[in-house]
Nanobody, 114 residues
């Protein structure tokens, strides 16, 4: 059973930065894909960024150039560095991992507001 625990969310002003962390109970180097999704109130959950086992990355158009996904395999942790945050980035951010099954964390709230 894979467990994912997100942390690092909070309240930040527009233009600010946050780094989200996703600690996994298993070896993330074994996962086919690790990703970050987000869900804003009244909206569907959407893919923000993903990283494959061979380190290929993919980003939503809305975050390209501002967000960066990375991982530390020794720490079994995936990160999402978020810069130049805007109010429209406000959402609950979820960590996702695919290894045979699809696993989700419980999410961490990110609020961008002045």
């Amino acid at each position: 059973q894979v467990q994912l625990v997100e942390s690092g969310g909070g309240l930040v002003q527009p233009g600010g930065s946050l780094r989200l962390s996703c600690a996994a109970s298993g070896r993330i180097s074994s996962f086919n894909i690790m990703a970050w999704y987000r869900q804003a109130p009244g909206k569907q959950r959407e893919l923000v960024a993903s990283m494959t086992k061979d380190s290929s990355t993919n980003y939503a158009d809305s975050v390209k150039g501002r967000f960066t996904i990375s991982r530390d395999s020794a720490q079994n942790t995936v990160y999402l560095q978020m810069n130049s945050l805007q109010p429209e980035d406000t959402a609950v951010y979820y960590c996702n991992a695919i290894y045979v099954l699809n696993y989700w964390g419980r999410g961490t709230q990110v609020t961008v507001s002045s």
